[in-house]
T-cell receptor, first 111, second 118 residues
Framework: DQQVKQNSPSLSVQEGRISILNCDYT??????FLWYKKYPAEGPTFLIS?????DKNEDGRFTVFLNKSAKHLSLHIVPSQPGDSAVYFC??????????FGQGTILTVHP | DTAVSQTPKYLVTQMGNDKSIKCEQN?????MYWYKQDSKKFLKIMFS?????LIINETVPNRFSPKSPDKAHLNLHINSLELGDSAVYFC???????WGGGSTDTQYFGPGTRLTVL
């Protein structure tokens, strides 16, 4: 039973446009959410996070939105750049437990 | 000066063999993890150590045995390898343990070890 799911295996966008990556979760005990970015042959690297007490967190071109009632979070990248092409993992956790990851979404940004 | 390193990067072996994957972090972190990325691409935690003590032990066959000689190293030994063990294994570290807010603490990942069992 996968508690964190990224239902879009891939996303393709044009450079300069917005990329929206989605993530759904089932465990209402999750109180912290993170996005990781992964390039081929490398490990995931931390991108941005959000606590359950917030509904938005912004860091430069990256914004994460959290909708707790829908158990849904999304990552917006504006404007998208070719260097953003990577696999994006969302993860969720509690302050007393382990992180649970989704299966990732492959983002391709075309020049 | 790689923060989290794993060796080997690729490992191809026969069914039934025993193999080890090594992980080292030079970040001074107290907590280390092993994750398995399965064929469906989910990253799933297997083990976590804090200051050389096992703190997370998921439902993993006991053919998998982690060993932490010191807090900078967490090795993974796998006995009697099976076809289903083929996956990419990632090591990670964080400053805090999960109960100390570690699940909210940034985890730093190694580059992964692709294990192929023939």
């Amino acid at each position: 039973d996968q508690q964190v799911k990224q239902n879009s295996p891939s996303l393709s966008v044009q450079e300069g446009r917005i990329s929206i990556l989605n993530c759904d979760y089932t465990n209402s005990m999750f109180d912290y959410f993170l996005w990781y970015k992964k390039y081929p042959a490398e490990g995931p690297t931390f991108l941005i996070s959000i606590s359950s007490i917030k509904d938005k967190n912004e860091d430069g071109r990256f914004t994460v939105f959290l909708n707790k009632s829908a158990k849904h979070l999304s990552l917006h990248i504006v404007p998208s750049q070719p260097g953003d092409s990577a696999v994006y993992f969302c993860a969720a956790g509690t302050s007393y437990g382990k992180l649970t990851f989704g299966q990732g979404t492959i983002l391709t940004v075309h020049p | 000066d790689t923060a989290v390193s794993q060796t080997p990067k690729y490992l191809v072996t026969q069914m039934g063999n025993d193999k080890s994957i090594k992980c080292e972090q030079n970040l001074g972190h107290d907590t280390m993890y092993w994750y398995k990325q399965d064929s469906k691409k989910f990253l799933k935690i297997m083990f976590s150590y804090n200051n050389k003590e096992l703190i997370i032990n998921e439902t993993v066959p006991n053919r998998f045995s982690p060993k932490s000689p010191d807090k900078a190293h967490l090795n993974l030994h796998i006995n009697s390898l099976e076809l289903g063990d083929s996956a990419v294994y990632f090591c990670a570290s964080s400053q805090e343990p999960p109960w100390g807010g570690g699940s909210t603490d940034t985890q730093y990942f190694g580059p992964g070890t692709r294990l192929t069992v023939l």
